[in-house]
């Protein structure tokens, strides 16, 4: 089993930045791809961004491309989401996902995903 701990959110005002983190612990060996999702009220939980555990290729979706970045830390297993030029829109809680060896077109789905942490508020005022 792999366990994710995710910390970082916060309220923050638009256009300003933060960075999520989520350590990964237990079987790691087991973690092929981790991924940022999000959901906000009402909506349901959507792809933000993930990346392989092997070659650091990474993927975003277009709503956060050139304003997010995800990264990772192989050496303490986490993963970081630096958020810059945020908007209200990015409101949301942000969960933190790991996968296993999964083919790479269907990592934006949620069901790829065995592994959730608990979720870490973002809230971005106007």
């Known amino acids: 089993q792999v366990q994710l701990v995710e910390s970082g959110g916060g309220l923050v005002q638009a256009g300003g930045s933060l960075r999520l983190s989520c350590a990964a612990s237990?079987?790691?060996?087991?973690?092929?791809?981790m991924g940022w999702f999000r959901q906000a009220p009402g909506k349901e939980r959507e792809f933000v961004a993930a990346?392989?555990?092997?070659?650091?290729?990474?993927f975003y979706v277009d709503s956060v491309k050139e304003r997010f970045i995800i990264s990772r830390d192989s050496a303490n297993h986490t993963v970081y989401l630096q958020m810059h030029s945020l908007r209200p829109e990015d409101t949301a809680v942000y969960y933190c996902a790991a996968a296993g060896s999964i083919w790479s077109g269907v990592i934006r789905s949620r069901a790829s995903y065995a592994y959730w942490g608990q979720g870490t508020q973002v809230t971005v005022s106007s």
């Open positions: 990346i392989k555990w092997s070659n650091d290729n990474t």
């Open positions: 237990g079987h790691i060996f087991l973690i092929d791809y």
